[in-house]
């Protein structure tokens, strides 16, 4: 390997001119080795190479040599082998073009490979036999086999070497072909009485360094006197041969005569030289006529030398038939597309490059001479640029409207007898102008997507085409920037540029959006590029994704809220209702209540659909004042969401009744860890009741000395009454309900006068633990709707005072005041109060 490295570094070269360039590399060089510079040999950039899609065109010839288009370099492919090559041809050159596009440009390369020692001489035969006789006198030549060594040159084979040389010395003679005939020259005769078998080595060896040899064995048997030898009537003998010939035609016959009778003059023929014919001809050993059984191909050898040995069975001769190998016209051009525009724009300019055609046609003469033509009626011609190299070029106006593809025919025949053909069709598209935009397949697009969806969701694809070709028709599909809310768009969807599929960036929100609308804008890859925009509506579907809350009863942590019965309430009584709502849509957002538990559920029912707590019998006296509902309360979604609420019910006629039972309710309590935030709270609540204590004592006697009315004195139960902005500084809520009544009613009668108000009416019994007995009332404070056929709404209750008994009593809404029946009672102190209290 060190020996081949040095001689390639020795040998390489280059010569480039007029588009060529030549390098010589030694054969058997590693993969990768460098051959040559193309790109500063021939002159040019590599950044040509690169654009230009630089490529290397070798015929059917093995690829040997590749090219690096990145540095512009040939390199060795493979392993090349010059005598698989070139065999004993010298010298032995590679031939192929390196082609260029964007323009079509070709560059014709001519690499020598040079041999290297790497054959040894061989003989075919591994021994060598003679029968010679004892008389046989000094100077007689015996035709020894040839040694074949497959390296040319220095490297080839060069001397003979014959040992012992006693009796036998060496003789070479030069031939026309530059081979040397081999002859062994009796120079001393032999005595079959002294040794009758001689054994010799013949050594071949080649002028390489190192020096490699070969050898074969030549054993001479020593006869008895025959002393004339076979002589041919001819030493060369001469034949013509057309390839392609049957296996079996005669090729020429030799003939030799010995002047000796007998068995010492019967002769017999044999062909030395088997290495190079023994598969093509064959020698009659009694005739001497030579037959062909092989198949000769005059493409491959166009010459055979055949060595024939007459021998009469103790004494040789020799002769040299010379076979010329013929053409005839039996291989079609062979045409090769070494590069193809698959498509032309309409507008390219006359005599443009469209297709680079090599032609190749093994035989000689006129029988590989090729003519190349293309069918007619086409804007298009062909012509030859150099031997064996056409193009096809444009010749007129192309017109795409009128032809948008063409199949060109290109037909190339030799000019042999008779003429032999082939040909190869060509398929060229012709391409538009960028003249049409994309086109929607809808003029608006409406899409919908349940909320929650998954990030990267594929919603729908909006559809664009484009008429032109090819680029000009490649659709690319862009969001076009706009807010939604005033948030970008891109924030919500996104669309794939190729396929035009419209993601959702992220899980969409039913509840704080419904419905967008955004633009996408188809454009194509023409230049300049058309485009197109068509309006996408998103509509996001409701999922059951929110469990319904409930907004009354509020579930307090303080205090018991409880809605109160009296024992006199009939069927159907109105307890309460249960008002929950739900943030999500449609079926999803339809309700339904349900009784879960209660503390006697043959006493209530829950309506189904409003939630309105009623009885469903008449209260007795032995029902528990304590009564404790837990409402189930269940959406109509898939799966359906569900919450629960508890009602407190109190079941009295009197306040201290209802009192004395709830003041015992449990109540769950939330403590903080931290003390002393409670003892501030404590210490501030306390200051701010003593203060409202003092407000409220002061309000009374100054409501006392101003009433005009007088009150009627009762015998029923008497509980403290509070205004609602007073109650609500004891650390009391107001809870909302949905349905309020005013209630007029006297002492003596179950008929009331009754008119019906709006939610902001409410009436709640609230019983603080903290406040030993203390029931308070609670009104929400509104105003008073102007309109005058709206319900009223109660803001205050106020209460005209006097020390002596009334029958009716004053009550404040809003602005407006309302005489009620006599259905108060006052204490000692002049406090008036409510002595039954009727809620819905």
């Not at 396929?499 to 969409?508: D, Y």
């Not at 209540?593 to 209660?598: R, V």
């Not at 029958?807 to 406090?831: H, M, N, R, W």
């Given at each position: 390997m060190r020996r081949q490295m040095l001689l390639f570094f020795s040998i390489v070269y280059f010569s480039s001119a007029s588009g060529q360039a030549s390098y010589s590399v030694p054969e058997e060089m590693p993969r990768g080795s460098f051959i040559g510079d193309v790109v500063q040999d021939l002159g040019l950039d590599v950044k040509r190479f690169q654009m230009g899609k630089a490529r290397i065109y070798s015929g059917d010839s093995a690829e040997l040599v590749e090219l690096n288009k990145e540095r512009g370099v040939l390199l060795v492919k493979q392993r090349i082998d010059r005598e698989a090559i070139c065999a004993q041809t010298t010298p032995c050159a590679l031939h192929f073009q390196i082609i260029l596009e964007n323009p079509m440009e070709f560059y014709s390369i001519t690499l020598e490979v040079t041999d290297v020692n790497d054959n040894a001489p061989h003989f075919n035969r591994g021994e060598m036999k003679f029968n010679i006789s004892e008389s046989v006198a000094s100077g007689a030549v015996f035709l020894l086999q040839?040694?074949?060594?497959?390296?040319?040159?220095?490297?080839?084979?060069?001397t003979y070497l014959l040992k012992p040389s006693d009796n036998f010395a060496l003789r070479l003679q030069n031939q026309a072909d530059g081979s040397k005939m081999v002859e062994m020259v009796l120079q001393k005769p032999l005595d079959r009485e002294k040794q009758d078998h001689l054994s010799l080595v013949l050594t071949a060896g080649d002028g390489g360094a190192p020096q490699l040899s070969g050898t074969v064995k030549i054993k001479v048997n020593v006869l008895d006197i025959n002393d004339n030898a076979p002589v041919f009537t001819q030493k060369i003998y001469k034949s013509t041969l057309k390839e392609n010939s049957l296996s079996g035609t005669h090729v020429v016959t030799v003939s030799a005569f010995d002047a000796d009778e007998g068995s010492n003059s019967k002769i017999s023929y044999g062909i030395m030289n088997l290495l190079d014919v023994s598969d093509l001809f064959d020698i009659n050993r009694e005739s001497g006529k030579v037959t062909l059984i092989g198949q000769t191909d005059f493409e491959k050898k166009r010459q055979y030398q055949i060595y024939v040995q007459a021998s009469?069975?103790?004494?040789?001769?020799?002769?040299?038939?010379?076979?010329?190998?013929?053409?005839?016209?039996?291989?079609?051009?062979?045409?090769?597309?070494?590069?193809?525009?698959?498509?032309?724009?309409?507008?390219?300019?006359?005599?443009?490059?469209?297709?680079?055609?090599?032609?190749?046609?093994?035989?000689?003469?006129?029988?590989?001479?090729?003519?190349?033509?293309?069918?007619?009626?086409?804007?298009?011609?062909?012509?030859?640029?150099?031997?064996?190299?056409?193009?096809?070029?444009?010749?007129?106006?192309?017109?795409?409207?009128?032809?948008?593809?063409?199949?060109?025919?290109?037909?190339?025949?030799?000019?042999?007898?008779?003429?032999?053909?082939?040909?190869?069709?060509?398929?060229?598209?012709?391409?538009?102008?960028?003249?049409?935009?994309?086109?929607?397949?809808?003029?608006?697009?409406?899409?919908?997507?349940?909320?929650?969806?998954?990030?990267?969701?594929?919603?729908?694809?909006?559809?664009?085409?484009?008429?032109?070709?090819?680029?000009?028709?490649?659709?690319?599909?862009?969001?076009?920037?706009?807010?939604?809310?005033?948030?970008?768009?891109?924030?919500?969807?996104?669309?794939?540029?190729?396929?035009?599929?419209?993601?959702?960036?992220?899980?969409?929100?039913?509840?704080?959006?419904?419905?967008?609308?955004?633009?996408?804008?188809?454009?194509?890859?023409?230049?300049?590029?058309?485009?197109?925009?068509?309006?996408?509506?998103?509509?996001?579907?409701?999922?059951?994704?929110?469990?319904?809350?409930?907004?009354?009863?509020?579930?307090?942590?303080?205090?018991?809220?409880?809605?109160?019965?009296?024992?006199?309430?009939?069927?159907?009584?109105?307890?309460?209702?249960?008002?929950?709502?739900?943030?999500?849509?449609?079926?999803?957002?339809?309700?339904?209540?349900?009784?879960?538990?209660?503390?006697?559920?043959?006493?209530?029912?829950?309506?189904?659909?409003?939630?309105?707590?009623r009885t469903i019998r008449q209260v007795t006296d032995k029902d528990a004042v304590k009564q404790r509902l837990t409402?189930?309360?269940?959406?109509?979604?898939?799966p359906s969401r569900s919450a629960t609420v508890i009602v407190n019910v109190a079941v009295a006629d009197s306040y201290p009744e209802v009192l004395s039972e709830f003041t015992d309710f449990t109540h769950d309590k939330e403590y903080n860890d931290n003390l002393t935030f409670y003892l501030v709270l404590a210490l501030a609540v306390v200051s701010f009741l003593f203060i409202t204590c003092l407000v409220v004592i002061i309000s009374v006697k100054i409501y006392r000395w101003r009433q005009s009315h007088i009150l009627y004195h009762s015998s029923l139960p008497v509980i403290p009454y509070y205004p609602p902005r007073y109650s609500d500084t004891l650390g009391t809520r107001t809870l909302p309900h949905m349905y309020n009544y005013e209630v007029c009613r006297t002492t003596d009668s179950r008929k009331s006068d009754c008119k019906f108000g709006t939610a902001g009416s409410q009436n709640v019994l609230i019983m603080d633990p903290s406040s030993t007995g203390t029931m308070q009332r609670i009104q929400s404070e509104k105003n008073i709707l102007d309109?005058?056929?709206?319900?009223?709404?109660?803001?205050?209750?106020?209460?005209?005072?006097?020390?002596?008994?009334?029958?009716?009593?004053?009550?404040?809404?809003?602005?407006?005041?309302?005489?009620?029946?006599?259905?108060?009672?006052?204490?000692?102190?002049?406090?008036?109060?409510?002595?039954?209290?009727?809620?819905?």
């Open positions: 040839q040694a074949k060594d497959l390296d040319v040159g220095v490297n080839g084979l060069q009469d069975g103790g004494l040789t001769d020799s002769c040299k038939i010379i076979v010329e190998i013929t053409d005839t016209n039996d291989n079609s051009p062979v045409i090769n597309v070494i590069s193809m525009s698959s498509a032309i724009k309409e507008d390219v300019p006359a005599r443009t490059v469209v297709s680079m055609i090599n032609v190749q046609d093994p035989d000689s003469d006129k029988n590989g001479k090729v003519h190349c033509y293309i069918n007619e009626n086409i804007p298009f011609t062909i012509s030859s640029t150099s031997n064996n190299f056409f193009s096809l070029t444009t010749n007129g106006d192309l017109d795409r409207e009128r032809s948008s593809e063409y199949n060109i025919t290109v037909t190339c025949s030799d000019e042999g007898v008779p003429s032999l053909s082939s040909s190869v069709t060509l398929t060229l598209q012709i391409s538009d102008v960028n003249d049409n935009a994309p086109v929607f397949e809808k003029s608006s697009y409406e899409a919908y997507v349940v909320e929650n969806n998954t990030p990267g969701l594929s919603i729908f694809t909006v559809k664009a085409t484009d008429a032109d070709w090819n680029q000009n028709a490649h659709v690319s599909y862009i969001l076009e920037d706009s807010s939604v809310n005033g948030v970008s768009v891109s924030s919500y969807v996104s669309v794939s540029a190729d396929s035009g599929v419209i993601h959702a960036v992220h899980s969409l929100d039913y509840e704080q959006i419904k419905d967008f609308q955004f633009h996408v804008k188809a454009q194509d890859g023409g230049s300049p590029p058309l485009s197109s925009n068509v309006t996408v509506k998103i509509v996001i579907q409701d999922q059951n994704d929110n469990a319904p809350q409930v907004l009354y009863p509020v579930q307090t942590g303080g205090s018991v809220v409880a809605e109160m019965v009296p024992r006199s309430a009939d069927v159907g009584y109105l307890v309460t209702k249960v008002v929950a709502v739900d943030v999500d849509s449609g079926q999803n957002a339809w309700l339904s209540y349900k009784l879960q538990k209660a503390t006697d559920r043959a006493l209530f029912e829950v309506g189904l659909q409003n939630g309105e707590i409402v189930f309360v269940e959406d109509n979604g898939q309109e005058p056929d709206s319900p009223l709404e109660v803001s205050h209750l106020r209460f005209l005072l006097t020390p002596k008994p009334i029958s009716y009593v004053a009550v404040t809404f809003g602005k407006q005041q309302f005489c009620c029946p006599s259905a108060v009672s006052t204490l000692d102190s002049g406090i008036v109060v409510f002595s039954r209290l009727f809620l819905e």
